[in-house]
């Protein structure tokens, strides 16, 4: 079955420092993949999505992520993290099958984030 | 800017209570959904609807029931509200076809059932 691995539950860094969140995923074709985040008392917000193309993706508030097919693998990172980026972040996998269209998160990753 | 709205916030219900949660996007989407959303879980798809009227069940409808009349509004209906039913409920909605697209999501509403 398709699944959604965030490994981490917490993660946590001091402000400046890098980061990376990890994800991977289990899906016999080339998936649609996406990083979204949840800030306190938030919906959740689109960071970046990757279809095909570039495997190395740009996306909002400096963050950017790499698809390795090899790995099965998503992960996030942004070079120096702000205290503003303490939030939740969720990892999802788009499905496009015959019988399913829809998008599967993973349960998130909560970033704390250090003076 | 596009806009995912909620009826409300905070809600505050009693067990055996019906409870309407409502949602309104103005983007002309087809496809919306409802997820709650609980510590160590992330979000479970409850249902959703990619027309007026339509609607298919996601991983855990139990408990649940929706209703899109208008393509601009799908609510999530409790008819009888349990405490085990006591979670953040996310709406959001996407353009067809749900993969290819990323979804909108409203700010929530935190339901705590008494």
């Known amino acids: 079955a398709q699944s959604v691995t965030q490994p981490d539950i917490h993660i946590t860094v001091s402000e400046g420092a890098s980061l990376e969140l990890r994800c991977n995923y289990s899906?016999?074709?080339?998936?649609?993949l996406f990083w979204y985040v949840q800030s306190p008392g938030q919906g959740l917000q689109l960071l970046l999505k990757?279809?095909?193309?570039?495997?190395l993706v740009q996306g909002i508030k400096g963050f950017e992520a790499e698809f390795k097919r090899s790995q099965s693998s998503f992960n996030l990172r942004k070079p120096s993290v702000h205290w503003s980026d303490a939030a939740e972040y969720f990892c999802?996998?788009?499905?496009?099958?015959?019988?399913?269209?829809?998008?599967?998160f993973g349960k998130g990753t909560r970033l704390h984030i250090l003076p | 800017d596009v806009k995912v709205t909620q009826s409300s916030r905070y809600l505050v219900k009693r067990t055996g209570e019906k409870v309407f949660l409502e949602c309104v996007q103005d983007?002309?989407?087809?496809?919306m959904f409802w997820y709650r959303q609980d510590p160590g879980l992330g979000l479970r798809l409850i249902y959703f609807?990619?027309?007026?009227?339509?609607?298919e069940k996601g991983d855990i409808p139990e408990g649940y029931s929706v209703s899109r009349e208008k393509k601009e509004r799908f609510s999530l209906i409790l008819e009888s509200a349990s405490t085990n039913q006591t979670s953040m409920y996310l709406c959001?909605?996407?353009?067809?076809?749900?993969?290819?697209?990323?979804?909108?999501f409203g700010p929530g509403t935190r339901l705590t059932v008494t």
């Open positions: 959001a909605s996407s353009p067809l076809p749900s993969s290819s697209y990323e979804q909108y």
């Open positions: 899906y016999g074709a080339t998936p649609y």
């Open positions: 990757y279809f095909s193309g570039d495997t």
């Open positions: 999802a996998v788009a499905l496009l099958t015959n019988r399913d269209d829809k998008i599967i």
């Open positions: 983007m002309d989407h087809e496809n």
């Open positions: 609807s990619y027309d007026v009227k339509m609607k």
